[in-house]
């Protein structure tokens, strides 16, 4: 059983399916969920120990949250789960969409390890930083945009891995297929079949869950992932294994 003992977890992004599921799974597994998330969203779920409500694209909102939870207690994780696109194709990036997304997706999740960091470092029982990613970072499915911001994280996880391993910090990446939270609406609402035609792109026939995918991050952000840092861990439904849809059509 995964035990955190009451250590402070940080999740990004927890007023959102996926975070919502990563509070809820990381609670039942001892862990003191410190929330955070825009002011919009609602942070008053029963696992939640404590909340915060900021913008991660303010960088001085994001170096006074790290002040603040680092001030009595240094995490034991990080689980940076906000993440958004809406620029499907590259027509659709404007100037303006580039920015948004790069700093939305990338660049607030590494300007808030990196003011974590200093508190992380030499705990006696280790600590961790969690990036959910995505499997646009690994072949282009559209949204090139925040395909190239999730690749960013994905180096950025790498260089957290290998030069602060010394300080007995690890870091990791939790890579989803596509995730049946409300992000799909606006997709469903001009084309409502589309999960059925989407699912047989993926061997399991189906999305994952955001249990499926906070299940993961809880792992590997979790005293039973002790061994693993630098890595990957796809949980995409099969999707990256290989190319089904190619198979069908050559399998007569």
């Known amino acids: 059983m995964i035990d955190f003992g009451g250590r402070n977890v940080i999740v990004t992004g927890a007023g959102g399916g996926v975070g919502g599921a990563l509070v809820e799974i990381l609670s039942a597994c001892g862990a003191r969920v410190i929330a955070a998330d825009r002011d919009e969203m609602d942070l008053t779920a029963s696992g939640i120990a404590e909340a915060h409500h900021f913008d991660l694209l303010d960088d001085k909102a994001v170096e006074d949250f790290a002040t603040r939870v680092s001030r009595d207690a240094a995490p034991a994780a990080v689980i940076s789960n906000a993440g958004w696109t809406r620029a499907e194709t590259l027509a659709d990036v404007s100037t303006a969409a580039l920015d948004h997304e790069m700093d939305l997706n990338f660049r607030s999740a590494a300007l808030l390890s990196k003011a974590l960091l200093p508190a992380m470092r030499n705990q006696p029982l280790g600590a961790a930083f969690v990036f959910i990613s995505s499997v646009n970072a690994q072949a282009h499915f559209g949204n090139p945009a925040y395909a190239a911001a999730k690749a960013a994280l994905n180096a950025w996880m790498r260089a957290i891995a290998t030069e602060e391993g010394r300080n007995n910090i690890r870091a990791n990446a939790v890579v989803p297929g596509s995730i049946r939270t409300g992000a799909w609406e606006h997709r469903l609402a001009g084309k409502p079949e589309i999960m059925a035609t989407v699912g047989k792109l993926y061997p399991l026939g189906r999305l994952v869950e955001p249990a499926e995918v906070a299940r993961a991050a809880a792992f590997l ?32």
């Open 221 to 252: 952000a979790s005293p039973f992932a002790s061994g693993i840092t630098g890595t990957t861990l796809n949980v995409d439904a099969g999707l990256m294994a290989g190319n089904l849809p190619f198979l069908d059509q050559i399998g007569g």
